[in-house]
């Protein structure tokens, strides 16, 4: 696998997770991140994207105020902060990196995606 998410689980409404997208054969910060997300029966969506050039980020309206992409290129992971989560966050989520300046927001042009890890948010 090109890259790996993890930090997963069950969580409270109201709680927090932090998910973390890790990569053993790429060197993540020269690639554009994005993390996305597919609830059953929905399709995947885009939740939340890192420019490779200069760390610039963008969020679908639904997870803005509450998720923060973020990047440690010392360990060579991208992470999403989780805040606030409500029963509409339960989803499998996916990180996903291509080699390309900027953002990127377009779901297909992502060449390297993680198996993804489940999010479910339950009292």
């Known amino acids: 696998l090109e890259v790996v998410e993890s930090g997963g689980g069950l969580v409270q409404p109201g709680g927090s997770l932090r998910l973390s997208c890790a990569a053993s054969?790429?060197?993540?910060?020269?690639?554009?991140v994005g993390w996305f997300r597919q609830a059953p029966g929905k399709e995947r969506e885009g939740i939340a994207y890192i420019s490779s050039t200069d760390n610039s980020t963008k969020y679908v309206d639904s997870v803005k105020g509450r998720f923060t992409i973020s990047r440690d290129n010392a360990k060579n992971t991208v992470y999403l902060q989780m805040n606030s989560l409500n029963s509409e966050d339960t989803a499998v989520y996916y990180c996903?990196?291509?080699?390309?300046?900027?953002?990127?927001?377009?779901?297909?042009?992502?060449?390297?995606w993680g198996q993804g890890t489940q999010v479910t948010v339950s009292s």
């Open positions: 996903a990196a291509v080699l390309i300046g900027g953002l990127v927001t377009t779901t297909y042009d992502y060449d390297y």
């Open positions: 054969e790429l060197t993540l910060a020269h690639y554009a």
